[in-house]
Structures are given as C-alpha cells and as structure tokens.
C-alpha cells in the first residue's frame, strides 16, 4: 500500500521568511496530493492540492510542486506570517478507491 | 454551505464502556470517511461509507465500527474501549470516492480513563 515520508517534523522560521515541507511517497499509481493545515483545537483544513496531470499550482502565497519521476511533492510557503504557525499534513491517493494516506505532519512555527 | 459537523466535542469515558459519535457531511455530499489522530500515529484512516456502504476499513480491531444513513450522516461505534482509544476522532466528507476533496469537521476529543 501506499506510504508518505514528510520533513521535516518540525520547522521554525523567521516571519517573512519561507518555509518548505517536503513529502514522500511510495505508490507510482498515486495522483492526487493534497496539503492540509491544523490549528490547535481544529480539524484540518485542506489549503492546496495538486493532481499529477500538472507539476505546479500556486493560491497566493502557497505553492505546491510535484515530481513524479522521484515522486515527491513539496509545499512553499512564502512571506510567512505568525498566524501560518500550525501542523502541516501532506497525503495522496490513486483517486481510485482507495483512502488517502497522510504523512504524519510538520509543526510550523512563525516567529515574530 | 455548512461545514462538516461532529457530536460530541469532547467525551470522556471510562475502560470498558462503548461510545457512539456522530458526524454530519456537507450537504450534498455522499461519502464519508473517519480518521483517528494521535500525536505519535498522526492521522490512520478508519473506514469510509459512501451510499450507506461501507467501502474501505484501516487497520483497526473490529471493536471500531461504523455506519452510514440514507441522509448520508455517518456514526462510529468504539465498544470495550481501551485507554489507547484516546485520541482525536476526525470524520471527513467529500462528494464523491477516491480523488475527491474531504473537507474534515472539528473532531470529537475522547478521553479513555
């Protein structure tokens, strides 16, 4: 089955810096990935998601680029502000019938 | 559109009794999926239901059940529970299968003593 890798664990930047979180994963029949952000005491909210029929899409300040030859994604986060400090989750599926797998998250702080 | 909405938000229970949690999808939207979160597994997929059927089971002990209604609300079912069912319960909608957004709800809190 599938299994997403997601670095780092934690991340710590400075506001107005950017911020890269990187993804993994191991099924090449995978094509959606979509990014997800968690603020404490709520549930994730999905902020980007990329199909593999294109290698990036950016919404303002986030964007997301994909590799499918070396099957990772990444998220950027340009110009952070303390209100991005969250957990960060990446996850993909085969848009088939089968369940999204979700890495196990990046604590983002912003630091002002 | 209202969001995804979860009953209740938090939950406390003891070892060895059952819990019931309820989750209501966005309307219009057909399928629903559960997820467990913890901090040291992250979020572990459950089942999923689309149309009242259910579609896809994770990895959990059959003591996790769920089901879903002909409106398309969903409820999950924790029976002998173990202090390790503490944990963030998270129900995810979307319109279709496979592919498809999932819009998660708040989650419900349950604490196992």
């Known amino acids: 089955g599938e299994n997403v890798e997601q670095h780092p664990s934690t991340l710590s930047v400075q506001e107005g810096d950017s911020a890269v979180i990187k993804c993994t994963y191991s099924d090449s029949a995978s094509n959606y990935f979509p990014w997800y952000k968690q603020e404490l005491g709520k549930g994730p909210q999905l902020i980007i998601d990329i199909r593999s029929n294109v290698g990036e899409k950016k919404d303002q300040r986030i964007a997301v680029t994909l590799n499918k030859t070396a099957k990772h994604f990444s998220l950027h986060i340009t110009e952070t502000q303390p209100e991005d400090s969250a957990v960060y989750f990446c996850?993909?599926?085969?848009?088939?019938?089968?369940?999204?797998?979700f890495g196990k998250g990046t604590r983002l702080s912003v630091i002002a | 559109k209202a969001g995804v909405t979860q009953t209740p938000r938090y939950l406390i229970k003891t070892r060895g009794q059952q819990v019931t949690l309820s989750c209501s999808p966005i309307?219009?939207?057909?399928?629903v999926s559960w997820y467990q979160q913890t901090p040291g597994q992250g979020l572990q997929f459950l089942f999923e239901?689309?149309?009242?059927?259910?579609?896809n089971k994770g990895n959990f002990p059959g003591r996790f059940s769920g089901r879903q209604f002909s409106n398309s609300r969903s409820e999950m079912n924790v029976s002998t529970l173990e202090l390790g069912d503490s944990a963030l319960y998270l129900c995810?909608?979307?319109?279709?299968?496979?592919?498809?957004?999932?819009?998660f709800g708040p989650g419900t809190r349950l604490l196992v003593l």
């Open positions: 995810a909608s979307s319109s279709g299968l496979g592919g498809e957004t999932q819009y």
């Open positions: 309307s219009g939207h057909r399928s």
């Open positions: 996850a993909a599926s085969d848009s088939g019938n089968t369940p999204l797998v």
């Open positions: 239901y689309f149309s009242e059927t259910q579609r």
